[in-house]
């Protein structure tokens, strides 16, 4: 791991609600929706994708801010429109 891949931060939401319609709501306000698992259990939060794919090719690791809180996180999924090559879905795991 290099020394710039710690150095993204990205800025992360709670998100309330689940299902298809909620997570298409999120994308058109410009969000990706995101599941972080942690210890057997899983969050569900938004996520700002303008630094996402730049975290995605350096290393996979970025920290992210949730409620005033900060921690490295790795990026273990990455699910990519087909045609639009943009960001549908992410799955995270805090990072020890």
Request: charged residues 25%; positive net charge.
């Amino acid at each position: 791991m290099s020394a710039g891949t710690t150095e993204i931060t990205i800025n992360g939401f709670a998100r309330e609600g689940r299902g298809k319609s909620y997570t298409r709501k999120a994308r058109k306000a410009g969000r990706v929706p995101a599941v972080i698992n942690s210890k057997g259990k899983s969050s569900v939060v938004e996520i700002e994708p303008k630094l996402l794919s730049k975290a995605w090719q350096a290393g996979r690791q970025f920290n992210l801010s949730l409620d005033g809180v900060t921690k490295l996180v790795k990026i273990t999924e990455l699910q990519l429109h087909p045609v639009k090559r943009v960001a549908l879905h992410v799955d995270l795991t805090y990072v020890d």
